[in-house]
């Protein structure tokens, strides 16, 4: 039987030695790691992903504040904010939620932010640093996808893995990260041809394309690991909807270990936001001294 890599408990103790570091870091310094969330325009799931990121601070002992923008307002406006941020020493971490208003440039919007408080690992700096192994600050939703899988497979050398999606926020960076641990990887978008073949031969995989099931059992290698990034909402006969991942997991008992969804990679998101947001705080703390 394949064993379900539980992503809640792995946040709770993640979350529980945070809110440990978090109090020694703000005895020490006088001031509590910040994390400054900026919200333009109405999106509901933007508005609940925000709130979610912002009660989780408080919880762990981090100040957190949200600035909200209307839907309407110019980039210039945003940018004028973000540069504000930059320049605020009691600002550690910065994050602007995604999708932004049509009228802004979210690449320009991303290039503005202080590589240094980027907690989304989405600047430029950090892509690069990420690519070339040389630290920097790495994307959450992929730093929670390796602490999981190293969970179950501490060694990753030599590994095939595969993953499915190429998005700048998941796939590519999950991809720099196993390539970093060893792995020999694959990385396959829509248009990839035997998708299933490629799959079975994988030691690993990372499924990450916004596709509910699409990873068969037949897909999968008996003893694989298989890391589900997915998160899609499906209709039920009964008018009723449900959250469910990108790999058919009732097909996959075969697997040595997989993340479920829901309750797998998502609670580790906000978890390494929060850890990213320590980490800022702390390389900032340490300038000057
Ligand atoms: N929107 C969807 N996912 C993300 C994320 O990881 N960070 C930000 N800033 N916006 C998002």
Known sequence: MASIISGTAAAEGLLADLTRDVARFSQVHGYAPTLVAVLVGDDPASHIYVRKKIEQCRKVGMESVEHRLPADCSEEDLLALIAALNADERVHGILVQLPLPA?????????????????????????????????????????????????????????????????NIVGKPVAMLLLEQGCTVTVCGRHTRNLAEVCRDADIIVAAAGTPHLVKGYWVKAGAVVIDVGINRIALDDGRSRIVGDVASDEIGHAAAFTPVPGGVGPMTIACLLLNTFRAAEAQSLVGV
């Open 103 to 167: 009228q802004i440039d979210s690449g320009k919007v991303l290039d503005t932010i202080d590589p240094r408080k980027d907690v989304d690992g989405f600047h430029p700096v950090n892509v690069g640093r990420l690519s070339t192994g040389t630290g920097g600050l790495v994307p959450c939703t992929p730093m929670g996808c390796m602490i999981l899988l190293r969970s179950v497979l501490p060694d990753l050398k030599g590994k095939q893995a595969v993953v499915i999606g190429k998005s």
